[in-house]
């Protein structure tokens, strides 16, 4: 059984990057045949896919956050990150890692997903 | 990006009753090469992340129980819920994965009347 667990700081100041790590049990990062994801979910609002990282280290962002969002891979430790900089109070979150079987440059749906990490942007 | 629109915001339905969700994409999520609809439907309730119900628009996940089945295609889908139980209030989403970046519905909250 995969699963997947978020880490990393509750609190960032507004300004900072915001710096996160999933970690992937139960299957190997490296299996060849998913993206990885960030997705983000304000309180009491909808859900917002960031990005997605590729075991070879290729990368597809969403287009809103591309120009503050690096996804990175670590596949020895069987992680990937995520490093969001200049966050505002916007980008206050919580924040799930998930899998999706991979589809060319596209993704499938999300059958896997981390329990979710809250980030609060605040000084 | 395709917008996903759902209805209605929120639902109360009794206890063995049906509940019915819709969700409308901007653009068909229809891929003629395959005829599959690349639509996706989610439960989240309160302090979980989002669990797979529905993937192809109707195909069930494994483990889903039989009351759960989405329908529709090309831009109009449904998630009905055939005899609503206690268990299964939550929020609902649809999610189109037929192009980058996938996008999901505003998310549907279904009550007990």
């Known amino acids: 059984q995969v699963q997947l667990q978020e880490s990393g700081p509750g609190l960032v100041k507004p300004s900072q990057t915001l710096s996160l790590t999933c970690t992937v049990s139960?299957?190997?990062?490296?299996?060849?045949?998913?993206?990885w994801s960030w997705i983000r979910q304000p309180a009491g609002k909808g859900l917002e896919w960031i990005g997605r990282?590729?075991?070879?280290?290729?990368?597809n962002y969403n287009p809103s956050l591309r120009s503050r969002v690096t996804i990175s891979v670590d596949t020895s430790k069987n992680q990937f990150s995520l490093k969001l900089s200049s966050v505002t109070a916007a980008d206050t979150a919580v924040y799930y890692c998930?899998?999706?079987?991979?589809?060319?440059?596209?993704?499938?749906?999300?059958?896997?997903w981390g329990q979710g990490t809250l980030v609060t942007v605040s000084s | 990006d395709i917008v996903m629109t759902q209805s209605p915001d929120s639902l109360a339905v009794s206890l063995g009753e049906r509940a019915t969700i819709n969700c409308k994409s901007s653009?068909?999520?229809?891929?003629?090469?395959?005829?599959?609809?690349?639509l996706a439907w989610y439960q989240q309730k309160p302090g979980q992340p989002p669990k797979l119900l529905v993937y192809?628009?109707?195909t069930r996940e494994s483990g889903v129980p039989d009351r759960f089945s989405g329908s529709g295609s090309g831009t109009d889908f449904t998630l009905t819920i055939s005899s609503l139980q206690a268990e299964d209030v939550a929020v609902y989403y649809c999610?189109?994965?037929?192009?980058?970046?996938?996008?999901f519905g505003q998310g549907t909250k279904l009550e007990i009347k």
């Open positions: 998930a899998r999706a079987a991979k589809r060319g440059d596209y993704l499938y749906y999300f059958d896997y």
């Open positions: 653009q068909s999520v229809l891929y003629r090469s395959d005829n599959k609809n690349y």
């Open positions: 999610q189109q994965y037929y192009t980058n970046p996938p996008t």
């Open positions: 990282i590729y075991t070879s280290g290729s990368t």
């Open positions: 139960g299957g190997s990062i490296s299996s060849g045949i998913y993206y």
């Open positions: 192809w628009a109707s």
